[in-house]
Structures are given as structure tokens and as C-alpha cells.
């Protein structure tokens, strides 16, 4: 095969080898409303012109607002009066976004958790996210943490002037993220 072949085979355990993709990982950070989901948006315009195989998702999107952590009574309790930081690192159940991109990086169907931003907890579905030639990860900290760094074959960072994004942030109503920022 080719150099550069993004397709893996895995010999499993001596039944049929199966062609398994090996997804692109591109991270998308910025600031809260830098336009992360324009740029998203744009590049799944893009790469949804070369529709190679239609049985199979080329791109998928995923955003890091899905893991957040299920907040305890007292955060639950700061959050409400506005005290919680949303966009602190520890706000994030790291450890189970590296356990999805792994599997995503091996072609692996993953659940995605659906946060409650009400209740601030997780729901009890699921979004299903399958093997894609593509997948686009979001998020204002995704950079933030090496090990999860290192698994993206490409990073962008999403820059925007305060102004165009606080304008942009009104417009967001209907997210009720009450951070209050002290960076």
C-alpha cells in the first residue's frame, strides 16, 4: 500500500481482517462565541464536496460542551448564582474525552453523552458518532491539556476581537452559561 494510506488492517484475532479508516482529527479552540462552529461549519462544507463513499459519514463534529462534569449539589448550588466556572479545565471530564478520541482514532463507534445544561448533569441518551473520514472536535479548552494535544493531527485556534465576540454572545441567548471570567 501506499505511504501515507490512512487505512489501517487489523488481524482480528485470525477471523476476516476488516479495513478499518483511520480518521483525520482536527481540534477547533477559541474563545466563547470566536466563531468555532463557523469555521466547523465551513470546513464540513469543504470536505462535503468529495463525497467518496455515501454509506459512511465522512465528517463528524463533536463539541467539547458534551463532557462536561455532572456538577455536585454545591457547584450545582454556586452555578445557579453564577459562581461556577464553566470554562475552567476541571470543569471537563477529561479522562472520558481521551477515552473517545482514542476510539474514534481506532475507527470505533463512541457515545457521546448529551449535557443537561439545566440540571447539569447528563442525560440518560446518548448521541452515536460513527467511524468518519473526518472528525472535527470544538471547544474553548481543547488545547489546553497535552494529552489531548497530542492526539489531534491538526490544530486550529479560532481568533476573534473581544468586541465581535461579546456582540456575538448576546445573540447566544439561549446557551445559559453563566461563567464569570476572571482570565
Not at 4 to 31: A, C, K, M, Y
Request: aromatic share 8%; glycine share 6%; proline share 3%.
Amino acid at each position: 500500500s501506499m505511504a501515507g494510506d490512512s487505512e489501517t488492517h487489523l488481524g482480528d484475532r485470525g477471523e476476516n481482517t476488516q479495513v478499518v479508516r483511520q480518521p483525520f482529527l482536527i481540534g477547533v479552540s477559541g474563545g466563547t462565541a470566536s466563531g468555532k462552529s463557523s469555521v466547523c461549519e465551513k470546513i464540513m462544507e469543504l470536505l462535503g464536496q468529495n463525497k467518496i463513499d455515501h454509506h459512511q459519514r465522512q465528517v463528524a463534529i463533536l463539541s467539547q460542551d458534551s463532557f462536561y462534569k455532572v456538577l455536585t449539589p454545591e457547584q450545582k448550588a454556586k452555578a445557579l448564582k453564577g459562581q461556577f466556572n464553566f470554562d475552567h479545565p476541571d470543569a471537563f471530564d477529561s479522562e472520558l474525552i481521551i477515552q473517545t478520541l482514542r476510539q474514534i482514532l481506532q475507527g470505533k463507534t463512541v457515545q457521546i453523552p448529551v449535557y443537561d445544561f439545566v440540571t447539569h448533569s447528563r442525560k440518560d441518551e446518548f448521541v452515536m458518532v460513527y467511524p468518519a473520514d473526518v472528525v472535527l472536535f470544538e471547544g474553548i479548552l481543547m488545547f489546553y491539556s497535552q494529552e489531548i494535544r497530542d492526539l489531534f493531527q491538526m490544530k486550529l485556534f479560532v481568533d476573534t476581537d473581544p468586541d465581535t465576540r461579546l456582540s456575538r454572545r448576546d445573540e447566544e441567548v439561549c446557551r445559559c452559561h453563566y461563567s464569570t471570567r476572571s482570565r
